[in-house]
């Protein structure tokens, strides 16, 4: 059974930084694709970030570019969204998913990804 599990949410004010881990299970941790996703109250889900785990290559937002990073642990099946220099804006609460099919390109749209974590809550204070 395919698990995600998110965790590294919080609340932090405007300037500060987060880490968000994405521990996956169930699976084969090998040439899938592992993409961050963030909604916020009101709005649609959005990409911010994803990572093929195969070759490393990802893809970011604009509207997170040069703040959030994205970065693997294959030993630990972990992804991981490194996130400084938040902003109000980038409250949301953060899901990661996974797309297990068998040739993956990182992506940010939603319907590329087959499943889903809970998701962690990030607010951000100005």
């Known amino acids: 059974q395919v698990q995600l599990v998110e965790s590294g949410g919080g609340s932090v004010q405007a300037g500060g930084s987060l880490r968000l881990s994405c521990a996956a299970s169930?699976?084969?941790?090998?040439?899938?694709?592992i993409g961050w996703f963030r909604q916020a109250p009101g709005k649609e889900r959005e990409g911010v970030a994803a990572?093929?785990?195969?070759?490393?290559?990802?893809i970011y937002a604009d509207s997170v570019q040069g703040r959030f990073t994205i970065s693997q642990d294959n030993a630990e099946n972990t992804v991981y969204l490194q996130m400084n220099s938040l902003k109000p804006e980038d409250t949301a609460m953060y899901s990661c998913a996974a797309d297990l099919a068998w040739s993956c390109t990182a992506s940010l749209k939603t319907v590329v990804y087959n499943y889903w974590g809970q998701g962690t809550q990030v607010t951000v204070s100005s």
């Open positions: 169930g699976y084969t941790y090998t040439n899938d694709c």
């Open positions: 990572i093929h785990l195969g070759d490393g290559s990802t």
